[in-house]
């Protein structure tokens, strides 16, 4: 049984995260960080009896409380960096699903692991189908002449492309050779989908199809739940999700 | 029976609506006319003993030979242009698979039809995909707040967007109340597509989304097969396949 | 402005249709009606202080406290037949979204709506993406030789095919002439899927595929809308989503 | 440059891959094995003067006239059979696409390439898009509690379902553990299509589609060119394209 405090667990994506990983066997929350409910339970912000864990107003409050073996973040660059440090100075493992962090911030999380000989984790998609599709993007990048990447979501996502889509097109230029007419990106903001990520490869007679579709943020709480299991084997920075699923 | 004479059979799709018509009960391609295979025989274009049908330098030489009930063009426009002109002189009904005019050229087409009292058809896709799509695009475009069309085709077509996906932006912002925001275009250029075309509708909650995915210009044959069967049912320019249809 | 009252708004489509309703203009949900939330008010079952809406134990009890232009039901066959005989002896006009129904029963609405001269409105599916798939059904099920109708859904769904997926092929077998073998049925239970219906015509070179996603069930929501809207100019029991919105 | 000889040339996949081999810069097509058409010339089979290639009428004959590097063989399994060992005994690669074989025939093969140190591939699939296919089946097969594989082919098409899905239901079920009802089949046989296979994965919030559409048979000519370079480097008997592409 392994004690995790999830930050920014009453967001959209934190909350998620929090219902899922209630319900798995080796996990117990024993606190929610989020300064907008700070005072309350997960119980009231759910509007579910279930979910009895206290929220605090900050990292240092919480660990004020409690001892996790974790700590999840979901928040933003700015606070992450700051729970990163509090974490591994006392030997709790961080993953982090904040994205937004510039190179030099990621090269600083690299040297904290090092320093404090402590595991941590640092994905921009925790939910298995971003890990599958990338999987088949390096396996399929080196073998196609065209590339086509597709992101869609509903009209008040403002970036453009996705940063999913971001990670897709690094990948393919890293694994393949792709001039610029032969990998484009297209991005649809639409009402009434959820977020939809799509690789399209166009060789000579085919196309292959890679596509994710998320109907639940609960998805990125599966991810998160086996990074938990397996975080305390690494003494350094893991950036990509296969690391803690292969 | 109807005879029939093929302006433009020998390239790619005026080939495959020689094929296709030639297998139908009611049809007889009795000539083709292409200037390139002008002496030759469609099974020598073809390979197949099958087509034992005369190829013609011109439209005038054709009809020096044969006296078709209709004449079928997958020209040009300039091209396209004199064969309507000769054909409605004639009391032969036009059908035209042929695209680029100018506005001034259809009006052109419907004063011809008047004048001369003879049926003539121009329809940019002569598919029953692309007219189903069509109807779909006619019923939805009220009811959805955003519309996306997607065009998928080899990257040697240079046309961006597509013709179809035009028609079909043009349907859109005729029967829907879009903004520039709300109704995108996207165009991918990927080996190993034939040609696709999507149109996506996001409302309230919900998707539709309508494709048409042509395997083999085949397709356009059967338009135009029914398209030979009702149009001397009528005396003017029909521009749209539904009214053959319907 | 037309007041409202929802048989069956506490469950998982009453409840989006309760939320959607309530932010349209010219629509007022006066009363929900659920014997298991009874007493209480909306706003405590969404957690939302802006719902405001008492919960009576049964429609007698409603129309007691309240006097709606038209009542919604999203309950079952036995419930909805007697909140439908209540409605239309006080003028009321229902609208059902129940599904479930014998031929005997629908034939008994429509013999009330006779002699109480009432509207009625009696649909499976409200969603606009569902009107917008039975259009396109309709018009091309004489145009293809062959169909083949998807519906996914999450594992615990047990009716195979869907409702709406029957819809789909008495439409076809209505409109169209397949034989067995030309016009299949394919139901997939997965998990992390909403719902999907899927409507594939294949026809010569050629394939057309209508598909409609449901992310959210407010997309019910807006058929109910536009049904109180019109459904006091009927005298009639409706079943086609198609006579509401054309 | 290799010399490779291709048996069943004439045969539809069989000709589309003479057609992509002739292209190839480090490949050259010395004969092709074809009873029906023994005695002629590809030119006159495929009515253009670039395959100037003899066609012979068995193996016997064409390795009478030629000494090829490699024969690839897109027959039956009983004439492949034949082919197979002869081509061993003389040191030259046998590739074989033709599907059909028992499980003693395959390891007949791998006894004969043991015996005569030569190496041999036998892949049901040569298509690009088919290996990266299976590599995301490999991966994701672990992670996804729902798998549902779909294949969709001409009405002609008579296997059910088609071999490429025996195969991915094959590799999902070793490297997943999925029950009955966990991973179904689904095969449609629709006109106008010409051959399109997916896998869709279902899981907790999300859903991942893989799917493979093949619009020219030249694709599998792209799988055959690499192994023609590949092969000389093993002698064991290849059964999976990842092996000769990773």
Redesign the interface.
């Known amino acids: 049984m392994k004690d995790v405090v999830v930050a920014g667990g009453t967001g959209r994506t934190g909350r998620?995260i929090v219902q899922?990983l209630t319900y798995q066997p080796n996990v117990r929350v024993v606190a929610v960080i989020s300064r907008k409910y700070a005072g309350l339970h997960m119980s009231s912000v759910i509007?579910d009896l279930a979910y009895d864990i206290p929220i605090y107003k900050s990292c240092q409050e919480a660990l004020g409380h409690v001892r996790p073996a974790v700590l999840v973040d979901f928040t933003e660059p700015g606070i992450a960096k700051e729970h990163f440090q509090l974490s591994v100075e006392q030997n709790i493992n961080p993953i982090l699903g904040t994205t937004g962090f510039t190179e030099d911030e990621i090269e600083h999380f690299k040297r904290l692991c090092v320093r404090y000989c402590c595991g941590a984790a640092l994905i921009p998609n925790f939910?298995?189908?971003a890990?599958?599709?990338l999987?088949?993007v390096r396996?399929?990048a080196a073998?196609?002449?065209?590339a086509?990447v597709?992101d869609m979501y509903p009209?008040h996502k403002t970036e453009v492309p996705s940063g999913t889509s971001k990670q897709i097109l690094f990948e393919l230029k890293n694994y393949g050779t792709f001039s610029a007419?032969n990998l484009?990106s297209?991005s649809?903001?639409?009402?009434?989908?959820?977020a939809y990520q799509e690789v399209?490869?166009?060789?000579?007679?085919?196309?292959?199809?890679?596509?994710?579709?998320?109907?639940?943020?609960?998805?990125?709480?599966?991810g998160v739940a086996l990074a938990i299991q397996k975080i305390n084997h690494f003494n350094q920075l893991v950036t990509d999700l296969a690391d803690l699923?292969c």
Do not use: W
């Open positions: 998620a899922y509007n939910s298995l189908g890990f599958l599709m999987q088949a396996f399929g073998f196609f002449q065209d086509a597709i009209p007419k484009t297209h649809l903001r639409l009402a009434g989908v959820t399209r490869f166009g060789g000579i007679g085919e196309t292959v199809v890679i596509s994710h579709d998320v109907s639940d943020r609960s998805c990125f709480g599966v699923l």
